[in-house]
């Protein structure tokens, strides 16, 4: 009897029992470095390793805010108000985790469905960490958004390993520090896999990804999908359940930033193909569909900002077609108060709408004089 004498008290323990539900809105909070009063994070907000994050983090999200965000939130509205308020389906191919940018542009979507390579990760779950794995993970996850934070865009490879090399893996924590500076309400996450007709499942399958619900400044409940997969033409064909998914959405607007130039390729013509079907409007820089594309559909732009070509990490992806539309005066490009894309000053990015003509658009093979070189893209941002 006396051993089990001495494990009545550990038996008793409140941390040995049934711990309090943590809400996702609670772990946004605290990942974002937000205040969690009256929930069972709020304890783990004394640790010296989360007032560091939340004092640093308030520090970055303000500065960006001020250059990125807010003149984001008073351009829209004025340059693009249908968008702005849409309530229509987004696609954002090429995402990574960047929920910050698709909903500051289409805050109103009903469904945001964004894919990349990096892995969908855990759900997150700070009170499951001992003190000593929540101060590294909070580090690497500041780590990881330096670049998003400095340049509006994330380095892939850098990124899969910030985000693999921590306690807190994956997307998730990414996302869900991002709708919480994004003042939404999570109410509902959960693990979701797609089988091979588009069909949202619980059980694993070659498609892994996750459904978060929340409540965004309009008070109306929205909801967003990250699915890990291969968006190369192979990647495509072999898991076709993914554009069926985004396909039964009906017709959405599109949004692609920083994307590697990959769609300038023809190992990725079928997901430019399949936005250009699907779409009705798609916001994007040059990274994005080249220009010609768009033109030999008929669909019709609103350009805002400069172009200056791209990076010299993408030299041979300039576009002389785009670069002659930026020259046109009447109507003149649009100014443009913040960075987007690859080129981080203001007075050097590129951003613009291109909408598909009356009765939508498929994908149509450019002429062979093509204004564009192709290139072998090298993956900075998928």
Not at 72 to 93: G, H, N, Q, R
Not at 173 to 199: I, Q, R
Not at 268 to 286: E, G, N, P, W, Y
Request: charged share 20%; hydrophobic share 40%; glycine share 6%.
């Amino acid at each position: 009897m006396k051993p089990l004498l001495r494990l009545l008290p550990l038996l008793a323990s409140p941390l040995l029992m049934a711990a309090e539900p943590v809400s996702p809105d609670a772990e946004a909070r605290y990942l974002a470095g937000l205040p969690v009063e009256g929930t069972p994070l709020e304890a783990l907000t004394k640790e010296k390793a989360w007032q560091e994050h939340s004092a640093d983090f308030k520090k970055a999200w303000d500065t960006v805010d001020k250059r990125q965000f807010s003149k984001i939130a008073e351009w829209m509205p004025k340059v693009a108000p249908e968008t702005y308020s849409d309530e229509s389906p987004l696609l954002y191919f090429y995402s990574g985790p960047d929920i910050l940018y698709a909903h500051a542009f289409f805050p109103n979507a009903s469904t945001t469905i964004m894919c990349g390579i990096e892995p969908v990760g855990s759900l997150p779950d700070v009170a499951a960490l001992t003190p000593e794995h929540r101060a590294e993970s909070l580090r690497n996850l500041r780590k990881s958004l330096e670049a998003v934070l400095s340049f509006s865009f994330f380095r892939t490879a850098a990124m899969k390993t910030d985000l693999q090399n921590t306690a807190l893996n994956g997307t998730l924590p990414v996302m869900y520090l991002f709708l919480a500076h994004s003042n939404c309400k999570l109410t509902k996450a959960e693990k979701v896999w797609l089988d091979a007709n588009g069909e949202e499942h619980a059980e694993k399958s070659d498609i892994p990804g996750a459904k978060i619900e929340f409540t965004g400044p309009s008070g109306k409940t929205q909801t967003v999908y990250y699915f890990s997969s291969d968006l190369s033409n192979g990647g495509i064909k072999k898991n076709a359940g993914f554009t069926t998914f985004c396909a039964k959405q009906g017709k959405a607007n599109g949004f692609l930033k920083a994307a590697s130039f990959l769609m300038h390729e023809s190992d990725f013509s079928a997901s430019k193909d399949f936005l250009l079907a699907h779409t009705k409007l798609i916001l994007q820089d040059d990274s994005g569909i080249p220009f010609h594309f768009y033109k030999a559909a008929g669909w019709s732009f609103t350009l805002a900002g400069h172009y200056k070509g791209p990076i010299d990490l993408f030299k041979n992806c300039y576009q002389a077609d785009l670069n002659e539309a930026y020259k046109v005066k009447d109507p003149a490009p649009v100014a443009l108060p913040f960075s987007f894309g690859y080129r981080w000053h203001s007075d050097e990015s590129v951003l613009f709408f291109a909408k598909a003509p009356a009765g939508g658009a498929g994908a149509v093979t450019p002429p062979t004089t093509d204004s564009a070189t192709p290139a072998k893209a090298v993956p900075v941002k998928e």
